[in-house]
């Protein structure tokens, strides 16, 4: 029996969403959070799922991601993700505790589950305090359906300074079933996550033990949400949750099963699908951008060097300007901490070779500048300190951006 690639396996599904994997609906509201448009949006699945996520590694937490945690240590198990935008109710103190589980509780009553099945997620301005009476409207109007429109709402009702939605959906076969997997996320700025995006909800009806679960989550993770960066400033609030709710009818999933493999890929397209949408989407930004790094000793080391590439605000001027400036790219490598020889470094934009193992190639401005005025950009980084490769994705830096920034809460 011929043995079939991970690669191989997974089928994109045609306008996939959160609610392509059996067993789940969504909704999103207006509240009144914000102005006009949605904030408002809630994930249900049919039956108890299995659960994982990762949060955000810096200091300053928000209530959310408190309440969130202990709703999944309780049981290893959720049901319901209630989520807010305009408010990321971070910085609030024992108030925003409190408003975190009154959030979560109103929510498990309208819907009649358990508090400890419920998670809670926020996003928005950092200092404020949730409105609870608009967030207790928004909850008590949301009804949940597993129609395209509704997870449109859904995927509506989590943005913030976002341009656009953010979905995808894979399929596999998997232990003879058929295995679906939907994505939706959120995040335009403040992307420089050590765990994750802002916002990322992923559902599958996998069925698969919550641990297992986040042993996959924890390892697609570090090279799929952990690389990308817009302005190399990391949230309060960032997030991704995962649930699976067994709907497929496969036998459970764990690193023994045959057909692991083609889980951790169905998981790892499906976050690098939405990583590089939330990259896409940078605040302003106009170019994605993907940096290749081949030729180091580690996995972690190509990595690392790939992000401090990609977060380079000089790299990323150049790039928006369409200059193919490759000595701010060896500049960033030279303060990434990492230890290589110059005199050994290759760098190209696309196809185009403008430094060969430390000397300086002679190319032609007008092609380079002709493909750097593309919507899609890969700078490739060649070393010669090892084997391993390592890729990053973000975007150019625009004078958007900072306008964007400047008036933010207003």
């Not at 049901?79 to 108030?95: E, K, L, P, Y």
């Not at 819907?111 to 419920?118: K, S, V, W």
């Not at 080391?301 to 990609?310: E, N, S």
Request: hydrophobic share 40%; net charge negative; with cysteine.
């Amino acid at each position: 029996m011929k043995t079939i690639h991970p690669v191989e396996a997974i089928q994109q599904v045609t306008k996939g969403n959160i609610l392509s994997p059996k067993g789940y609906k969504a909704a999103g509201v207006h509240a009144g959070l914000r102005y006009s448009k949605k904030d408002i949006g809630i994930i249900l699945s049919d039956n108890p799922a299995a659960c994982a996520a990762v949060y955000t590694q810096s200091i300053v937490q928000a209530a959310p991601l408190d309440v969130t945690r202990e709703s999944i240590a309780s049981e290893q198990k959720l049901q319901g993700i209630v989520v807010n935008s305009a408010c990321a109710n971070a910085c609030t103190g024992d108030q925003g505790l409190k408003d975190a589980y009154e959030m979560r509780s109103y929510a498990a009553v309208q819907f009649g589950l358990a508090e400890h099945l419920f998670a809670v997620a926020s996003t928005g301005v950092i200092g404020e305090y949730l409105q609870m009476d608009k967030i207790k409207k928004g909850i008590a109007m949301l009804e949940p359906a597993s129609s395209g429109e509704a997870a449109e709402n859904f995927e509506k009702a989590i943005l913030t300074t976002d341009t656009v939605t953010k979905n995808c959906g894979y399929e596999a076969v998997i232990g003879g079933k058929v295995i679906t997997m939907g994505g939706a996320a959120k995040g335009s700025g403040m992307i420089h996550p050590n765990m994750a995006t802002m916002l990322g909800f992923i559902t599958t009806d996998a069925a698969i033990e919550s641990e297992d679960l986040q042993l996959a989550l924890s390892t697609v993770t570090d090279i799929t949400f952990n690389q990308i960066t817009v302005d190399g400033d990391t949230s309060t609030n960032d997030m991704v949750i995962v649930l699976a709710n067994g709907q497929a009818g496969n036998e459970k999933l764990s690193p023994a099963h045959p057909d692991w493999k083609i889980f951790l890929e169905l998981l790892r397209k499906t976050s690098e699908n939405l990583a590089k949408q939330i990259a896409r989407d940078g605040e302003g930004a106009t170019k994605l951008v993907e940096v290749n790094v081949q030729g180091m000793k580690t996995k972690g080391d190509a990595q690392a060097m790939a992000k401090t590439i990609i977060g380079s605000s000089l790299v990323k001027s150049a790039v928006f300007g369409s200059d193919a400036n490759w000595g701010r790219v060896i500049a960033a490598m030279g303060r990434s901490g990492l230890t290589f020889n110059p005199d050994k470094v290759s760098i190209s934009f696309g196809d185009i070779n403008v430094l060969n193992k430390g000397i300086p190639v002679d190319f032609s401005e007008e092609e380079a500048k002709a493909y750097l005025e593309k919507k899609n950009i890969v700078i490739h980084v060649g070393l010669q300190e090892g084997e391993e490769k390592g890729t990053a994705w973000g975007c150019d830096l625009t004078y958007d951006y900072v306008k964007i920034n400047a008036s933010y809460r207003s």
